[in-house]
């Protein structure tokens, strides 16, 4: 399984970017995908996530109501809306794949993700 990320970008406080992720393999579609985030200093941090079926999604609480995660698996794109966007969420992102196909589950600990993109950046100035 092979993750790309894309769409990231500068952007002034209160605007929008959309990032994607592309991804290639086997049963790519069978896999929940997350995003997750790292800004310089701090350590890797759970963004949103979304199941394999897009029946459950799940947000951490710092961009709740402002970040939308949805899929396309005909596409085999994942994409992270970004809206209202603050200086705080300046960091590299990162989508990835769960270890677990078919799962029901929502996952928003890193561990449980096998599969990693390179990450694409994010800055957000004041």
């Known amino acids: 399984v092979q993750l790309q990320a894309s769409g990231g970008g500068l952007v002034q406080a209160g605007g929008s970017l959309r990032l994607s992720c592309a991804a290639s393999g086997p049963a790519v579609g069978a896999r929940g995908i997350g995003w997750f985030r790292q800004a310089p200093g701090k350590e890797r941090e759970f963004v949103a996530t979304i199941t394999w079926n897009s029946d459950s999604t799940d947000y951490a609480d710092s961009v709740k109501g402002r970040f939308t995660i949805s899929r396309d698996n005909a596409k085999k794109l994942t994409y992270l809306q970004m809206n209202t966007l603050k200086p705080e969420d300046t960091a590299v992102y990162y989508c990835?794949?769960?270890?677990?196909?078919?799962?029901?589950?929502?996952?928003?600990?890193?561990?449980?993700?096998?599969?990693w993109g390179q990450g694409t950046q994010v800055t957000v100035s004041s």
């Open positions: 990835a794949a769960e270890k677990t196909r078919f799962s029901r589950r929502i996952f928003t600990t890193a561990d449980e993700y096998d599969y």
